[in-house]
């Protein structure tokens, strides 16, 4: 069992070629390389920490029985990240309370301080992504979170989340808005008035 | 696209460091493998099961009587006297006894070969 003590120098679409074959060691490295990142693309689309460890152990298991369809076209992390998003919209629909074909009002998320206080404020709000996404609408964050951390388009996370794409399309616009508008370098440009093509 | 959304992708990218990034992982692990014994142990014991079944019909087919009887009517191969050894091994049992050892021969064979391809497998 030499190669166990190479598995960590390989590349992932080898460790793939290998898990394919039944290895299951080779296997765990590519969970070790990447379970942090699928574990964090739960959370981020609003799982419970509990939720997404149990998710991403799933999203695992899948991608480990599906593993010859990996063909190393993109990144293994990006392959496992659409398994994980996928079931996290089953679960989510399962459990949701909003119902993303309904128009969802505008939340109160304007900038209340604005003028001479903009700045500091807009400094106090500088927070990271995971404190930014927290501030969407429920549906925003999962659409933002699928479109950008999950690597699906508009077309497959309306597919998927079975919502118009006209709805998910308006979901991310506004959650981008939103995420600017958090995420503005404090003291530059913060972005509010413009708007995401495409 | 626009200069926010590459960024957004980038944070996207970045994961978060997670402390028991390694007990996740040999969750994943021993979830794997136990699947694995599980489907293993399964698929064993359905083979086990159906030779032991394949193994019953054949002898209660009469085979053996067939056998018996090929071999007394064919003398140009005497090495191979089905007759004696059957003579040998049913001798002083009775016909149940004599389908038990046989069944527990097959079962054996079937353990053997099962244990080869476990082997060939592991290498």
Partial sequence: ??????????????????????????????????????????????AQPATADDLAQDAFLAAFEQITDFRGEGTFQAWVKRIAARLYVRHWRKAAHVDLLAETPEPDDAPRHDGEEGAAHRAALRIDLDEA??????????CVSLCYG????HAEAAEALNAPLGTVKSHVKRGLDKLRRRLAPPGGDDG??????? | M????????????????????????GQVQSKLNRN???????????????????????????VMGHVKSLTATAPSIPSIDFSHWHGHLGAGLSPATSSAIWLGLAAIVIAVALAISRLIEDL
Avoid: C, N, Y
């Fill in chain 2, 36 to 62: 694995w014994t599980t489907r293993r142990l399964v698929i064993g014991a359905l083979g086990g099961v159906g030779g032991l079944i394949g193994v019953g019909q054949i002898v209660s087919s009469g």
């Fill in chain 1, 1 to 46: 069992m030499a190669l166990k003590h190479t598995l960590p120098a390989m590349h992932d679409v080898e460790l793939a070629a290998l898990a394919a074959g039944g290895r299951r060691d080779a296997f765990g490295e590519l969970v070790r390389r990447h379970g942090s990142a699928v574990r964090g693309l739960l959370l981020r689309m609003g």
């Fill in chain 1, 133 to 142: 996404l927290k501030a969407l609408a429920e549906p925003e964050r999962l």
């Fill in chain 2, 2 to 25: 626009a200069e926010f959304e590459i960024r957004l992708d980038r944070m996207f990218a970045e994961p978060p460091t997670f402390e028991d990034a390694g007990t996740f992982a």
């Fill in chain 1, 150 to 153: 999950g690597g699906l388009s």
């Fill in chain 1, 192 to 198: 509010v008035e413009r708007r995401v093509h495409g």
